[in-house]
T-cell receptor, first 116, second 111 residues
Framework: GAGVSQSPSNKVTEKGKDVELRCDPISGHTALYWYRQSLGQGLEFLIYFQGNSAPDKSGLPSDRFSAERTGGSVSTLTIQRTQQEDSAVYLC??????????????FGEGSWLTVV | KQEVTQIPAALSVPEGENLVLNCSFTDSAIYNLQWFRQDPGKGLTSLLLIQSSQREQTSGRLNASLDKSSGRSTLYIAASQPGDSATYLCAASGGSYIPTFGRGTSLIVHP
């Protein structure tokens, strides 16, 4: 596909269950970002992958959140023991290189997570 | 820590008006600043990217300027149309290569 692809687009889960959100970046993009956007709030940075470097996990809100990127391409964001405050849109973005290098960042449509 | 503020938070204007959306950032050591558009229920679409060495970028009816020394960027929309209705976000990228976003300006252009 031409753009960043995220799945599922919508997910309703029960409190306490684990969820996995998937991101397929644009082919060849080495930088991948996860952000969270809660209702009426701005984008909250979660984690950043750049090539084979160790990811920047400084934005992960708790140890219930983790992410991996396999083969420098697809990324999975996992939320364990979900809480109602985890309800938000989880946005993935990719870039040909790090955003600071001057490359445009491309976003997916997001995964809407509702914890009930 | 970089902080990005956007003013106004919301704006409602009649069609045809020229608009200025404001973005300010606290750390002037940025590599670039980007403006995005977000439609309801959708992801973000990049509109313009200004490198730190540039003063402005233009695309169609959109013009974005950057003043690093004062920590400000503006997005100018000429001859606004109802199709311009959306939320506009700016993001500043610095040494960490992680863009920091403002909360956005929600724009409604009514016919």
């Amino acid at each position: 596909g031409a753009g960043v692809s995220q799945s599922p687009s919508n997910k309703v889960t029960e409190k306490g269950k684990d969820v996995e959100l998937r991101c397929d970046p644009i082919s060849g993009h080495t930088a991948l970002y996860w952000y969270r956007q809660s209702l009426g709030q701005g984008l909250e940075f979660l984690i950043y992958f750049q090539g084979n470097s160790a990811p920047d996990k400084s934005g992960l809100p708790s140890d219930r959140f983790s992410a991996e990127r396999t083969g420098g391409s697809v990324s999975t964001l996992t939320i364990q023991r979900t809480q109602q405050e985890d309800s938000a849109v989880y946005l993935c973005a990719s870039s040909p290189a790090g955003g600071g290098s001057g490359n445009t960042i491309y976003f997916g449509e997001g995964s809407w997570l509702t914890v009930v | 820590k970089q902080e990005v503020t956007q003013i106004p938070a919301a704006l409602s204007v009649p069609e045809g008006e020229n608009l200025v959306l404001n973005c300010s950032f606290t750390d002037s050591a940025i590599y670039n600043l980007q403006w995005f558009r977000q439609d309801p229920g959708k992801g973000l679409t990049s509109l313009l990217l200004i490198q730190s060495s540039q003063r402005e970028q233009t695309s169609g009816r959109l013009n974005a300027s950057l003043d690093k020394s004062s920590g400000r960027s503006t997005l100018y929309i000429a001859a606004s149309q109802p199709g311009d209705s959306a939320t506009y976000l700016c993001a500043a990228s610095g040494g960490s290569y992680i863009p920091t976003f403002g909360r956005g300006t929600s724009l409604i252009v009514h016919p």
